[in-house]
């Protein structure tokens, strides 16, 4: 009986023995795998007129649909190009000046608001004149950081038409990772300043 409960001992003894060297023993050092980006394959830079009834056209990308806003306070004309393949969309409001230069500085002003809002989590925000070939004066707002939209902009004519465009990626990827996006979509906003007609 005795030896039978010494040998249960040395049994049990020699498990905590061989746990204790096994919790012991040092584990390969975890190397984390530096940042990687998925790839993004961006469509071909190729255009198309924009053939709805609206007071302006412009020549916008073909790897974009067409949509009508359905925002509950949409106003006629607002319109949204949706880029279903990199998830990404430009909304477009318009409004009618209506030769009130009031109401011309109220709806830029409204357009600073809009793109300023972002001064939480952008980290910065830069706004410049950009004058197209035809002569159009457009102001452009860039923002960087982690916020929505990346690139802002209105043009007017003074006294008749107000267009306003703000890109939105509806990503929640890291910025840096979207870069080739935002870069992607800057390049076709200004090729839709560049081709703006007024109706």
């Known amino acids: 009986m005795i030896n039978k409960i010494s040998l249960i001992r040395v049994v049990g003894i020699f498990f905590i023995a061989v746990a204790i060297y096994a919790c012991g023993e040092k584990e390969p050092e975890f190397q984390p795998k530096p940042t990687g980006f998925n790839r993004l394959d961006l469509p071909a830079h190729a255009y198309q007129p924009l053939k709805d009834e609206h007071p302006y056209t412009f020549e916008y990308s073909k790897a974009a649909i067409v949509q ?16 279903p393949q990199l998830n990404t969309r430009i909304q477009f409001t318009y409004k009618p000046v209506n030769n009130d230069p009031k109401r011309l500085q109220n709806m830029m002003g409204d357009a600073a608001k809009l793109a300023f809002h972002h001064d939480k989590k952008a980290y910065s925000i830069t706004d410049k004149i950009l004058t197209t070939k035809s002569g159009k004066k457009a102001i452009i707002f860039e923002l960087e950081g982690e916020v929505p939209s990346h690139y802002q902009f209105f043009v007017t004519d003074t006294t008749k038409h107000y267009l306003r465009g703000a890109v939105y990626l509806m990503t929640a990827t890291q910025n840096d990772s979207l870069r080739p996006v935002i870069d992607y979509m800057k390049v076709d906003c200004r090729h839709i300043l560049e081709t703006l007609k007024w109706k």
């Open 68 to 83: 009508r806003d359905t925002f509950a306070n949409a106003e006629p004309h607002w319109i949204i190009l949706y880029y």
